[in-house]
């Protein structure tokens, strides 16, 4: 594999991370629940108000994955973590380590800032990234169910 770039992305990336999003999408077997455009997402990461941040990984100048990422709170460490929204690597590149560099750039991002941990949720069927993920030390959760309200449901309960 070439050197990969790590880099903070910016606005203009916009039109490449909903690309990267529509393939991760298709891989997670759910595009149809992609709503967002290209100015929702300079918007959203990279707007006044924005809570998000991006990475693009780059081989040779051309972006092969990238990463979206924001900051969290723990109570009982007392301490900011990250967690990690999106990790994706174009299909054709898997397994060359670019994958590992988006997630080590990240998790050095969080140690040198403090922070008390690095947090991410996974798909159950997803083997080949749980097992990359537990060949670097990370622990699954799974004493821990998440929950989700959206769509009528966030809005009746909101509306109640």
């Not at 903070?8 to 891989?27: C, H």
């Not at 979206?68 to 380590?97: A, H, Q």
């Not at 083997?127 to 929950?147: C, H, L, M, N, V």
Request: glycine share 8%; net charge negative.
């Amino acid at each position: 594999m070439s050197k990969v770039i790590i880099r903070d992305a910016v606005i203009d990336d916009a039109q490449t991370i909903l690309n990267f999003i529509t393939e991760l999408a298709i891989y997670e077997k759910a595009e149809h629940e992609v709503k967002t455009d290209v100015e929702q997402i300079k918007e959203s990461i990279f707007g006044e108000n924005s809570t998000v941040s991006a990475f693009i990984c780059e081989e040779d100048g051309v972006a092969i994955g990238f990463a979206v990422y924001f900051y969290n709170y723990s109570t009982w460490l007392g301490k900011n973590g990250i967690y990690l929204e999106d990790l994706y690597v174009s299909k054709d590149k898997r397994g060359s380590g670019a994958g590992k560099a988006i997630l080590k750039h990240l998790v050095k991002k969080a140690y040198d800032e403090g922070c008390g941990r690095v947090e991410w949720s996974c798909l159950d069927w997803n083997t080949p990234s749980r097992e990359f993920y537990e060949s670097i030390g990370a622990k699954s959760q799974d004493e821990w169910i998440g929950y989700r309200l959206e769509g009528q449901s966030l809005s009746n309960f909101a509306n109640s």
